[in-house]
């Protein structure tokens, strides 16, 4: 059994019933998206990806406060790597546009760092390998603050949200005897916030004028 969190007591599949109802919202994020990405007529296959990647941090998040266990912990951490980083090459991609090689290389170095930071992983009660995302969150953020004319804060209020929600989690296991339950299950509701502010950025870039065309004479 892996003891990460406040609110596991024991071994039992059910010792965190908060830590995993609350997975729930990362599967309300994915519709919400998924419903803004057919809107604006942008649900292609990166797209999809990315959504079905926030699907798969919801049951893979699931799958460890229930099993506890080595392979459950890597059915959490995998989909959330790799939601990073497809959402990193794709707004390069897409809002930057970035070139495929500077592209690549962010995705290495970002990659690099996060490993970096996995090193020492138990820092912050294991919050330090986030790190990373959180200075490239902000990094996009200011990036698109300053050239997007559409929901220009959106990344920036992500990035908030994302700072929250990483306190929280960090905070968990300080707080097990004030408050037994911790705080670990704010960390997933916030993320799946984040998740979906982070992917409407790049649903929110402006419409072709064919697209723009079909959205204007869709009924109000």
């Not at 670990?184 to 998740?195: I, S």
């Amino acid at each position: 059994m892996i003891d990460l969190y406040c609110e596991r007591l024991d071994a039992g599949f059910w010792a965190e019933p908060v830590n995993a109802i609350t997975n729930m919202a990362f599967f309300f994020a994915a519709f919400m998206a998924w419903r803004l990405a057919r809107e604006r007529d942008k649900l292609d296959l990166p797209v999809r990806v990315l959504l079905g990647l926030i699907v798969a941090i919801g049951i893979g998040s699931s799958l460890f406060h229930t099993f506890a266990s080595q392979w459950s912990l890597w059915a959490d951490e995998v989909p959330i790597m790799l939601f990073q980083l497809a959402f990193l090459w794709l707004y390069s991609q897409r809002v930057i546009k970035h070139s495929m090689a500077i592209s690549v290389a962010l995705l290495l170095g970002f990659f690099g760092l996060t490993v970096l930071a996995g090193m020492n992983a138990e820092a912050l009660n294991g919050s330090v390998v986030y790190l990373p995302a959180a200075v490239m969150l902000f990094c996009l953020a200011l990036y698109h603050s300053i050239t997007r004319h559409t929901e220009r804060n959106g990344l920036m209020i992500a990035f908030g949200v994302f700072m929250l929600s990483l306190s929280l989690r960090t905070l968990d296991n300080l707080l097990c005897s004030a408050w037994p339950l911790g705080t670990h299950f704010g960390w997933h509701l916030l993320n799946a916030l984040v998740l979906y502010l982070v992917v409407r950025s790049i649903l929110m870039r402006p419409l072709t004028p064919s697209s723009q065309a079909q959205h204007n004479s869709a009924p109000a």
